[in-house]
């Protein structure tokens, strides 16, 4: 919801959603753009990645898709107590 909050105030023009089927037989990030999708975000600014094991894989997986679009910068949403992991792992990029 907060990507979703992002988005509709302009901050955010596109969203990445990353996460394969990890913890259960779903795919995160396809359960997360059904979400913003719902919530009004239209579907053609949400990406998908869908193959993350991991937050590793999910900043490595996103990174590409960055790449790919020409995006050097990315606001990380996570929960409060993930993204502390989540920066340290993002120390190791050069992408805003």
Do not use: C
């Amino acid at each position: 919801m907060e990507g979703v909050r992002e988005y509709k105030a302009g901050v955010a023009p596109h969203l990445i959603m990353t996460g394969g089927a990890a913890h259960n037989q779903f795919v995160e990030a396809n359960v997360m753009r059904d979400l913003a999708v719902a919530q009004g975000v239209p579907a053609e600014v949400v990406l998908v990645e869908g193959q993350a094991q991991n937050t590793i894989q999910n900043i490595y997986y996103s990174e590409k898709i960055m790449a790919a679009q020409h995006w050097t910068s990315a606001e990380v949403i996570s929960s409060a107590s993930h993204l502390p992991r989540a920066a340290l792992i993002l120390k190791h990029y050069s992408f805003q």
